[in-house]
């Protein structure tokens, strides 16, 4: 089995995202799979300067910045296809994603690739038979609030991908009752079957 963890908080040290996510990851990994991983703050771009509308620029019209965003879209969505498991870790920043999520989730939309147009003009999500664990930590957002933007945005691109089987553990309110965030979260990932 092939594991795809993907940290996006901003803090490295001491981020509560980060580290729930690695005990999801000690709990589900069995001795021959295979993590693949990726650390959204080293190395996102944002897309920027096409010329017409989705992922599409003629190689011969492409700038710097346009091959390294092509690069990297391209490396996101082979990571991307080769999972069987996915772990996303993300805090909730100003009620919504982090920036480098969104990035990572606009480089990971490809059409024929992530999803396709079917000919009655709906989508259709390219990545079946695959499962995701999303990690989401706040400091005083309830999850599934009015105010949480995050964990509905990231289950519906997660869906137009394929993606259906979606788990996800928690640690919000941490502002709020840190230890019961913590051990409400750890209960969810013993949980985990």
Not at 167 to 184: F, P, R, T, V
Request: glycine share 6%; with cysteine.
């Amino acid at each position: 089995m092939k594991i795809y963890q993907i940290d996006s908080s901003a803090r490295k040290d001491g981020s509560t995202s980060r580290a729930l996510a690695k005990k999801v990851l000690q709990k589900i990994k069995k001795p021959k799979d295979e993590v693949i991983y990726r650390d959204l703050n080293e190395e996102m771009v944002f897309v920027t300067g096409l010329t017409e509308s989705g992922m599409n620029i003629d190689e011969k019209d492409q700038n710097e910045n346009h091959k390294k965003m092509f690069k990297l879209s391209d490396q996101l969505v082979k990571e991307l296809k080769e999972s069987d498991v996915i772990i996303i870790s993300a805090p909730i920043y100003n009620y919504g994603p982090p920036a480098t999520l969104k990035a990572w989730s606009d480089l990971a939309a490809r059409v024929g690739e992530t999803f396709r147009f079917k000919p009655n003009g709906r989508r259709e999500g390219l990545l079946k038979n695959k499962r995701a664990y999303l990690v989401i930590t706040s400091g005083g957002t309830k999850l599934n609030s009015n105010e949480d933007f995050l964990t509905p945005w990231l289950k519906y691109i997660l869906n137009f991908f394929g993606i259906e089987k979606i788990d996800i553990i928690c640690a919000d309110q941490m502002a709020l009752n840190y230890e019961k965030s913590i051990k409400d979260a750890e209960k969810q990932i013993e949980n985990i079957s």
